[in-house]
């Protein structure tokens, strides 16, 4: 070999090298990034859940969970649910009651599709009973100075410090045969938010067979899509305590039970898409009720099919006390109802003459 030869072929092998990734010492190739370990979940070894969980915990399909009493996903901890799983609350009152809590600082993770719902229900599941079981309950950090302690278990409490907190993820959830009174003024609902924070992404959710309120919300920003409630026994989305986020497309059927929509509080959240349609038995409050003095709320693109108020003379929209109304308006809404009974209770005329000013708002 020559020695021009043997100069050509060092050429094309230090070429070659430079092509792989190689270099020289004065110009070293770049040390990639290491990509951060993903946070390490632990699947129980038993199904049923009690206590305090911390960590990450993860819930697969592939099992049936049981909730046996509280069971709390504790401050700085996470609770993953795949998709298509099943978790069920054991019977039980007072404090034996199987409920689900995320604490503020915690995270649910349960992220279903609409082929794969994540279910929370009952244990015995071959009836559909209000009643069997608690429900679940998120504690965050958007509260304001009228949220109260979690009035079920004042060991929860919303803290004021992130109005955007996030919680986590509900999405394509059913809670069924939920609902529980723990004593005077405790019940547990289905579904119940106190200070939670508009980063948790709640999306698809169906409540069905509540004995309380299907939705219940205390203060905070968190906002809902997609929510379906039927069949509970007080009301079926109730609104406390400043809570200023927005619920889109909202679908409620009252059949027993109370007021489709209760507002209380200094509160004026905004509904944008929804149907709510009472049933001849419904009991009282009609289908939007503005509870107390200091209420407001923003309705638009939805109607309020009311069928209801015959006996208690409770109207589509009624109220009891004042309505703060320059925090009302009403656009694009349509009520259908019996002569007398579009607007009933304290606030009527007023609640009345803000609708008719609003745009493209029709009664029937």
Known sequence: MTNFTKIILSAAAIASLNGCGGGSDSDPAPTPTPTPPSTSCITPSTVTLAGDLTGCTLLTADKEWELDGLVVVTTGAELRIEAGTTIKGHDGTGDATSYLVVDKGAKIMAKGTAAKPIIFTSLDTSAKEVGQWGGVTIIGNAGNEQVQ???VNTRFVAERTN?????????HVKILNSGITMAEDKEINGL??????????VEDITIDYSDDDGVEIWGGTVNLTNVTITHCTDD???IDDGFSGTVKNLTITTTTGNAGIEMSGQTAATFDGFTITTGATQAKEGGIYFKKDGIGGHFKNGSVIHNGGQVTAHGAIHSAGEATIANV????????????????????AALEAKFNTGTGNTKN
């Open 149 to 151: 302690p979690y009035e």
């Open 192 to 201: 119940s938010f106190v200070g939670v924070g508009s980063g948790t992404i």
């Open 163 to 171: 109005m955007s907190d996030n919680s986590g993820v509900l999405k």
């Open 236 to 238: 079926y989305f109730d």
């Open 329 to 348: 308006s009403f656009e694009n809404v349509t009520l259908t109802s019996a002569a007398g009974l579009y607007f009933t209770g304290d606030s009527a």
